[in-house]
């Protein structure tokens, strides 16, 4: 079966099918909203919270897998200043694009997979809240079993240019009817050393560092995936950085990789039935706010670069 597009007229919603995985995505944020596996044993098995949902829900959370930019979490007050003097300003967590409705550049073919690019410039509500010039790309590729993603970021101002990078995609928990509970389900982090970093109830981070060695399941809680688990993975290969998500009989799940993140965010409503596995370039401010140019994992673009990073979700399939 070859790969298929399709519009669909009034909604803002890009739609791609192929002989495995089919996705949707919504030009406001460019955000994924539905992610779609046939299944030759279960048919079609929605991998996403809310799956291809647009109405809110009565409860838990609104989105389906947002991507976050030019700040991850949030600041104090929604508000920071760089040690030159420059002010952001935001309306909430995790900055604008997720606000905004992105131009579609592209749609077609690729090497194993079709593609859909999305494309974001500055313009007078963004320069409001964070005065520099810039170009922003979202690139989703879908093959047979998988989907990469590209961020891609240019610096378009004369001045070096300081920002965040993030997705967070959520996931059903379980993703298979009948599966039991998600409290059941498996999160297996990276098997080698890495750090979870400590936040207050506002997801402010402290300055505590646990290690952490990454083996068997990561033992969640609720309350715990409430207040966000938060990881500094920059130590690890990044060819060992991601993160599976498997049903309680490890019969069927995902596996998000994420090579050009060094951080990572673990989170749920507590008592919903998803999971976020969200890779990050950065995090929230400090309990004690640092200027927005030294933020954990702040990026300084200079003037004319452009950064690309990468990260996929991968089905994993193993009839029992």
Partial sequence: MPFTCESIVGTGIDTVAGPGLSMSVRRCGAELVSLIWQDPHHGPVPLLWRDGLAEDPPRYWKSHAPILFPIVGGLHDNSSKTTAGDVVNFNGLHGFVRHNDLEKVH?????????????????????????????????????????????????????????????????????????????????????????RLLNDERCFLTGQRVPMDGSGDFQFSELGLDLTYMFDLAAIPQARRSVSLLDPDESFGVRVAFPDFPHLGLWSDAGAPFVCIEPWQGMDDHVSQEPFDRKLGIVILPPGGRDERRCSIEVLSHPS
Avoid: I
Avoid at 109 to 127: C, H, I, M, V
Avoid at 135 to 158: K, Q, W
Avoid at 174 to 186: I, Y
């Fill in 107 to 195: 749609a077609g073919p690729s090497e194993d997979g079709f593609e859909l690019k999305y494309r974001l410039t500055a313009n007078p509500t963004t320069r409001a809240m964070y005065p520099w010039e810039f170009g922003f790309e979202v690139s989703y590729t879908l093959r047979t079993d998988r989907l990469d993603l590209t961020l891609a970021v240019e610096n378009r101002d004369s001045r070096p240019m300081p920002y965040q990078l993030g997705w967070h995609p959520g996931f059903r928990t379980p993703f298979l009817a009948g599966s039991r509970e998600k409290k059941e389900c498996h999160v297996r982090l990276p098997a080698c050393g890495f750090d």
